[in-house]
């Protein structure tokens, strides 16, 4: 095999979820309410929109998680050894834009470096020509506003002939079916492969988002960036949840002396200020990876445990919120008459609480799942900013911004990396959030009314 | 009332002593303070006796809980937990790393802090509330759901983003205000309005909706009805019966923010360079320097408690029908 699959805790764990998620919509699909839900949040054409955005996120990052390593050239009969970079199936479809760096920053589209250099054979200092920006266009840079532009109608054409034989795929594929949403996500489809398009057109030739201070692609960087946003989104719900869950319904049905024991644990950590917390356990944490090198072979390791302890530590200071929720919902559920039914049976506490009161508590679960996803995605770049976020060699929203931030007080302006990562960014959290809204809207049994 | 008050007051130390229990556990069972040492010294540096002096130093020298060799009541007071933990409820948070006392220090910096969290709060929650009472104004209408786009837009984009972005606009472009800094006094106003405006805008997305939802809730209600049935206008069913009935909700989520005011916003501080307690944590967590993050939780805590205790109090003054007891 010309390469060795890496499997990293944080691609597990992705897995698991995208397998949890497709075993529960599979399970839903029998059930009549959650479809009725569902059909409603499909109805809705911003959800949709919004959902159509957000798969493509998610696909970009599940790319991204598919990591191997690349086999060294070693004589044949050897045995085979292998780099130690890890990379990614994303990382293998980028190869051009993340092998072409620059030697430092370089504005969009640009031809030349964005810092004057003293040149070889010149005294002067001059803005020296970038090694792959702009390099089909020789020496003499004829027609650069010309080459952009047959790169952009290039692009646009491209994405428009991507997107109708998609069409006419799915077209084929479900003759007569399809109401709004196969519709809305066509049309949103639409722009999403034009900008591919422009975006894959213009990146041959150039640097879309230029470079930042050491040469990388800031597109490169930004696609790379979702992954991380994705997985705190994500994972810290994921490792949250069961306990979360657990603690909500024992506190709200078993009651007494175990109530109080679980209302004093979430009373006590929910009055720890969340950043403050979140800082002290980030310290502690860095000090058992930095103790402890033995743990890791390779540096992303390093970086993977980092970012897993992240959402471990987010986890701990978002259950609280959750459990208090659960454990109203459970102490009402708990009086109502299909629950007491099953008592007077004689059904157990604990196939009570699992038949009975958790598939009636699903709908906070699942409100609290997708509504808390944005403000993640946001606050791991704060927390990256305050130094307690993810890893520095990581690459995030959060460490783009850190590192821009740097350069705004030069003269002109490093701007790009910065809007790049502000724009992914609200791509990413807005779609969220309206798709977030839907979901709500849809299961809260509140808002029907 | 007093009685309640006490109790509740009752209630909030087996709170504090969990947090304290917790930091202890955080930053001294997890690690032990020798893991710290290594950590904060480098790689190169560490002998056996820069380790040791640096515990010394800051006094992690001593047992953790139990003190074999100290007789009497000094077996439990000359320990890390007595000297780092429960000292903190006297208000003795120890010395930071650069020998300064900290209690002391966090009195000096609660001022700048308050100057921009304050006036942040106060017109932040004026201008959501207004805004809010307008989109309910004309509820249902394009201006409401344009409303809400606009709320929804704005807190899809990072509070990174409004400072950045500010900064760059207000002082680089139109060179209106410094970019950063902070003075005593009058003086002071000019280093405030830009931070303070930043605050304001980017809190109105998330907290405007919010607000829309509760007055949105109440107007369904019957007592609105009845306001509108006998003719008092629209205006004034929205700002005497509406508004004053919304407020329970509100106050949930507003007074317990008021305390933890005095710690400050860490990113307004630190970009802004305000020499706050926000800046102060930051500070604290880029050197590593672990007394002031414990300090800073331990306070963090007890202020977050009290605005818990003023909430229920303010619940009385909102509601007449609310009784203490």
């Not at chain 1, 004057?116 to 650069?144: K, M, V």
């Not at chain 1, 807005?430 to 009314?449: G, I």
Request: charged share 15%; proline share 3%.
């Amino acid at each position: 095999m010309s390469f060795q699959p890496v499997v990293l805790w944080s691609d597990a764990l992705l897995f698991v979820l995208i397998a949890v998620i497709v075993g529960l919509s599979l399970w839903a699909r029998r059930q009549d309410a959650l479809r009725g839900a569902w059909a409603r949040v499909a109805r809705d054409r911003v959800a949709m929109a919004a959902a159509t955005v957000l798969a493509v996120f998610v696909l970009i990052g599940l790319l991204d998680s598919l990591h191997y390593r690349a086999r060294l050239e070693s004589p044949a009969g050897a045995t085979a050894r292998y780099a130690v970079e890890v990379n990614s199936a994303l990382d293998a479809l980028l190869t051009d834009l993340r092998s072409r760096t620059e030697k430092t920053y370089s504005a969009p589209l640009a031809t030349h470096l964005f810092a004057r250099e003293a040149l070889e054979n010149s005294t002067q200092r001059e803005f020296p020509r970038l090694q792959h920006g702009g390099a089909q266009l020789g020496d003499e840079l004829s027609g650069h506003e010309a080459d952009i532009a047959v790169r952009v109608l290039r692009g646009v054409a491209g994405g428009l002939v991507a997107w109708l034989l998609l069409m006419l795929l799915v077209r084929t594929a479900t003759v007569g079916s399809g109401g709004t949403a196969l519709r809305t996500v066509a049309m949103t489809l639409l722009p999403i492969l034009l900008l591919f398009g422009v975006a894959i057109s213009l990146g041959g030739g150039y640097h879309v988002f230029g470079t930042d201070k050491v040469g990388q692609d800031v597109l490169y960087l930004s696609l790379k960036s979702i992954r991380t946003g994705l997985l705190i989104g994500t994972l810290t719900t994921l490792v949250m949840l069961p306990a979360a869950v657990a603690l909500g319904i024992l506190a709200g049905y078993v009651g007494g002396w175990v109530d109080d024991l679980i209302q004093y644990l979430y009373t006590t950590l929910s009055s720890i200020p969340g950043v403050l917390l979140i800082a002290a356990a980030v310290l502690m944490m860095q000090v058992v990876i930095d103790t402890h090198p033995e743990w890791f072979a390779t540096s992303a390791e390093r970086a993977d445990a980092r970012l897993l302890a992240l959402c471990l530590i987010l986890g701990m200071t978002s259950w609280t919120g959750v459990a208090r929720l659960l454990r109203g919902e459970t102490l009402k559920l708990r009086e109502l008459e299909f629950v007491q039914a099953a008592q007077a049976f004689g059904v157990g506490s604990f196939a009570i609480m699992r038949r009975h009161i958790l598939p009636n508590l699903m709908h906070i679960v699942l409100i609290s799942l997708v509504m808390d996803f944005s403000g993640l995605v946001l606050a791991e770049a704060v927390l990256s900013y305050v130094g307690v976020g993810v890893d520095p060699t990581t690459i995030s929203f959060g460490t783009m911004i850190n590192t821009a931030r740097m350069e705004l007080a030069r003269e002109p302006m490093v701007w790009w990396s910065l809007v790049a990562a502000f724009s992914f960014m609200f791509t990413l959290v807005l779609a969220a959030n309206l798709f977030a809204d839907a979901v709500r809207d849809a299961f809260d049994p509140r808002s029907s009314a | 009332m007093l009685a309640y008050i006490v109790r509740r007051l009752l209630y909030a130390i087996p709170i504090l002593i969990g947090v304290n229990l917790f930091t202890f556990a955080l930053f001294f069972v997890v690690n032990t303070p020798d893991d710290m040492a290594r950590m904060q010294l480098g790689v190169k540096r560490v002998t056996a006796e820069a380790i040791q002096k640096w515990k010394a130093e800051r006094g992690y020298d001593k047992p953790l809980v139990w003190n074999a060799a100290a007789a009497g009541s000094a077996a439990l007071t000359d320990t890390i937990f007595f000297s780092k933990s429960v000292r903190m409820f006297a208000g003795d948070f120890g010395r930071a790393d650069d020998g300064r006392d900290i209690a002391r220090e966090i009195r000096d910096r609660m001022g700048p802090s308050l100057a921009i969290a304050l006036p942040t709060f106060v017109l932040g929650l004026f201008v959501a509330i207004s805004f809010a009472l307008l989109l309910v104004f004309f509820r249902a209408t394009a201006l409401d759901f344009s409303g809400v786009v606009l709320c929804v837009a704005m807190m899809s984009i990072s509070g990174l983003f409004y400072i950045i972005g500010g900064q760059w606009l207000v002082s680089k472009v139109w060179h209106l205000v410094p970019i950063s800094g902070y003075s005593g006094g009058l003086d002071a106003a000019k280093f405030l309005i830009l931070p303070v405006l930043i605050g304001v805008i980017g809190g109105i997305g998330s907290s405007a909706r919010w607000y829309r939802t509760i007055f949105l809730e109440e107007i369904g209600r019957d007592y609105v009805r009845t306001a509108r049935a006998k003719g008092l206008p629209e205006r004034v069913v929205l700002f005497r019966h509406v508004l004053r009935n919304a407020l329970i909700p509100i106050l949930t989520g507003v007074v317990v923010v008021i305390p933890t005011l005095f710690m400050g916003s860490l990113l307004t501080e630190s970009f802004f360079g305000v020499p706050g307690l926000g800046s102060y944590t930051i500070d604290a967590i880029n050197a590593q320097d672990f007394a002031v993050v414990r300090s800073m939780v331990f306070i963090g805590s007890v202020l977050y408690i009290v605005g818990l205790l003023l909430t229920d109090l303010s619940y009385t003054l909102a509601d007449p029908r609310v009784r203490l007891q």
